[in-house]
């Protein structure tokens, strides 16, 4: 099956294919119940699922670690380490954003083939680290590059 990797915008079937990895992923490893936001590259939603037993406040906390990595254009692991060393800085950001971005482990950037952003995805149910891998699988399986604040293959020397 193609996942249309290609296109520069990620479809809803593609979102599906996401989320369904990434909750895959959290049963797979036993991990909390977990929900998964998918937003397009504009920072809008696409898909949100929550695992049975999954909290109510867990998606907007998914859909604002998905919208900050995009907004910074970083991961939420990458905002997470910047925020604890400039702290008035990402209140203000915080501030600006109307307390929409959640700058913590779990906010996965998506990348096209190419390297190009196409959205992001926000992971929230167990540890921050879990969530991250959770969301770096979904990405994985549905063709696309995650961007996790690792150094990625297009920017190396």
């Known amino acids: 099956m193609s996942t249309g990797v290609e296109h520069a915008l990620i479809t809803l079937q593609q979102a599906e294919h996401i989320i369904n990895g990434a909750l895959a ?15 397009d590259v504009g920072g809008h939603l696409i898909a949100l699922k929550r695992s049975d037993g ?25 905002l997470a380490e910047r925020a604890a060393k400039m702290p008035v800085f990402f209140g ?9 971005m959640v700058p913590l482990p779990g906010g996965v950037l998506v990348r096209d083939a ?14 921050g680290d879990n969530d991250e891998v959770a969301a770096v699988a979904g990405i994985t399986g549905a063709g696309f590059q995650p ?11």
């Open 114 to 127: 190419g390297g190009a952003i196409v959205g992001a995805v926000g992971v929230s149910g167990d540890t």
């Open 147 to 157: 961007d996790y604040g690792q150094v990625p293959e297009w920017r190396r020397p």
């Open 54 to 78: 999954s909290e109510y406040l867990r998606p907007p906390i998914a859909i604002g670690k998905a919208w900050g990595s995009l907004g910074m254009g970083h991961a939420g692991r990458v």
């Open 25 to 39: 992923e959290g049963s797979r490893l036993g991990l909390g119940p977990l929900t998964v936001a998918v937003l």
């Open 92 to 100: 203000a950001l915080s501030d600006m954003s109307g307390g929409r």
